[in-house]
């Protein structure tokens, strides 16, 4: 593998994170060879945005696994459950490089981005690890991915080195962990994102047509969560005082909500609890 800042590297999968990986990758002056996969459609769609930033359009869309054997690094961004499958098939392929390209040794890195997934899930491969970014990613909106920190491990010192400098020239924060330290985070930034966003769209159902004068307060809640060591110590609202007055009162407008006033409770009571009240009993 060459020991040079930049890659040529190709990507397995045609999702939200392989299409702003791959964009952010090619910024970064990377060369990105091929978008793999089985969608052809949404395939495509990802080449045809990265070869439009380019001078000349480098990068390919391809189903065949095979072409990725003269990558330097392979992405695969897929779910969890298909990581091992296409892990040992590119092993396969890799272990006869050496045969057929010379000059190029040693086999590629291959990478997965999961943050639930252990690394070891690659270790059918010579060289292998993680580039998790911790950020929600879409294909409709862009990212600034100098404000994605990325968790990172690598098999060996050579895997560590490059994927380090691969975060780095995306201008990103990183930070070296274990499998199980990853999972830790990620189970954390399923709270702080997936639940809080479901919890929004709970709150525009009943906010509306005033949901937009809620941004202040969810801005200013994460921003003073995050100023705190714990963000219980700033917790505030009705549940946090034990005022079940102002609770009932809530229920009641919840009455032909059933699905938000059993959230309501279960998480009401929660913070009752934990702030040394009775639970509501309801």
């Keep these: 593998m060459n020991q040079h800042d930049r890659y040529r590297i190709s990507v397995w ?3 939200n994170v392989a299409l702003r990986l791959s964009v ?3 910024d970064a002056g990377h060369s990105l060879e091929y978008i793999c996969g089985r969608d052809v459609e949404s395939g495509n769609k990802i080449v045809r945005i990265l ?3 380019g001078n000349k359009p480098d990068c390919s869309f391809t189903t065949d696994y095979t072409c990725l054997k003269e990558s330097e690094v392979v992405v695969i961004a897929v779910s969890d459950d298909a990581i091992k499958e296409l892990s040992e098939k590119f092993a396969t392929l890799f272990d006869t490089r050496q045969d057929q390209y010379t000059g190029m040794a040693e086999p ?3 990478v997965h981005t999961s943050g639930a997934s252990p690394a070891t899930v690659l270790a059918s491969n010579s060289r292998y690890g993680v580039l998790y970014p911790l950020m929600t990613l879409s294909k409709i909106k862009p990212v600034d991915f100098r404000l994605v920190p990325f968790l990172l491990e690598g098999s060996d010192s050579v895997a560590e080195k490059i994927l ?3 975060v780095f020239s995306l201008g990103s924060e990183y930070h070296f962990c274990n499998s199980a330290e990853r999972l830790r985070t990620h189970v954390a930034a399923v709270y702080i994102s997936n639940f809080i966003n479901y919890l929004a769209g709970l709150a525009f159902e009943i906010s509306k047509p005033n949901q937009t004068l809620l941004l202040p307060l969810a801005i200013e809640t994460v921003r003073k969560a995050f100023l705190y060591e714990n963000p219980f110590d700033v917790q505030t609202g009705p549940a946090r005082r034990g ?3 102002t609770i009932c009162k809530h229920l009641e407008i919840l009455g032909k909500y059933p699905e938000h006033r059993h959230l309501y409770i279960e998480i009401t009571n929660l913070i009752l609890e934990r702030s040394g009240f009775e ?3 309801i």
Excluded: Y
Aim: no cysteine.
């Design 13 to 15: 999968g045609t999702g």
């Design 279 to 281: 639970k509501i009993k």
């Design 24 to 26: 952010a990758l090619k």
């Design 243 to 245: 005022d079940i007055e």
């Design 108 to 110: 590629p890195l291959v």
């Design 164 to 166: 380090s400098s691969i």
């Design 51 to 53: 070869n439009r930033s």
